[in-house]
């Protein structure tokens, strides 16, 4: 189980079968990581969804048909993920505008 409080500092602390660990990390800190880990992470999928598309292009019309398929669900799953990231991102720029700690936790689940 995760818990997770924020003021100034933001303690996250994960339980474990016998085991307990805290981490007191500085809130702008903790901000700035997600929100640099989320626009990285959301430029990695962007390069895969291009390999998906150039992968896709490569066929010829008639080849296109029968593969459509399996590269509509490889983009559909790269979408989610980028959409994830982006999020994640914007709710960590969201969190260092507004003084409650309300979007952290949010921004650290997706």
């Not at 016998?18 to 929100?35: E, W, Y």
């Not at 969804?49 to 590269?71: E, F, H, Q, T």
């Not at 790269?78 to 507004?98: K, R, T, Y």
């Amino acid at each position: 189980m995760i818990r997770f409080h924020c003021s100034e500092t933001c303690l996250i602390t994960l339980e474990g079968n016998s085991s307990v660990r805290a981490n007191l990390v500085d809130k702008n800190t903790l901000i700035g990581l997600l929100f640099s880990g989320g626009t990285a992470l959301a430029g990695l999928i962007l390069v895969f969804l291009g390999g998906v598309l150039s992968g896709y292009d490569s066929y010829d019309a008639v080849a296109k048909n029968a593969v459509r398929p399996r590269y509509k669900r490889r983009a559909k799953v790269g979408l989610a993920g980028f959409i994830f990231a982006m999020s994640s991102a914007i709710l960590a720029f969201a969190a260092n505008w507004l003084p409650s700690a309300f979007f952290i936790p949010i921004s650290i689940a997706c």
